[in-house]
Nanobody, 127 residues
Framework: QVQLVESGGGSVQAGGSLRLSCAASGYTDSLRFMGWFRQAPGKEREGVAAFSSGGGGFRYYADSVKGRFTVTRDNAKNTLYLQMDSLLPEDTAMYYC???????????????????WGRGTQVTVSS
């Protein structure tokens, strides 16, 4: 089993920054993919950014956050980070961390591909 705990959410003004953290515990050596997802009220959960551990590590981003968000992973601390800069009001959502142990997944930013989920941390961006 894998447990994920998010932290770092909060309220900021547009243009500001936040750094989210996702601490993983349990069978962390088995994790092949870790990602950040978000869900705004009345909307479906969507992929934001993901990290694949294969081949030394690859990063994937949704078009809406490219150039503004950066995902990193500290293997020594079993922690995934999401640095969010130039935040916009439309970034307001509950942000979730997710992880998957399978060696291959079809669509890395598809929430349905992930087995383990944290409880989320709220990000609110005011204009």
């Amino acid at each position: 089993q894998v447990q994920l705990v998010e932290s770092g959410g909060g309220s900021v003004q547009a243009g500001g920054s936040l750094r989210l953290s996702c601490a993983a515990s349990g069978y962390t050596d088995s994790l092949r993919f870790m990602g950040w997802f978000r869900q705004a009220p009345g909307k479906e959960r969507e992929g934001v950014a993901a990290f694949s551990s294969g081949g030394g590590g690859f990063r994937y981003y949704a078009d809406s956050v490219k150039g503004r968000f950066t995902v990193t992973r500290d293997n020594a601390k079993n922690t995934l980070y999401l640095q969010m800069d130039s935040l916009l009001p439309e970034d307001t959502a509950m942000y979730y961390c997710a992880a998957e142990t399978r060696a291959y997944i079809l669509t890395i930013l598809d929430p349905s591909e992930y087995t383990y989920w944290g409880r989320g941390t709220q990000v609110t961006v005011s204009s």
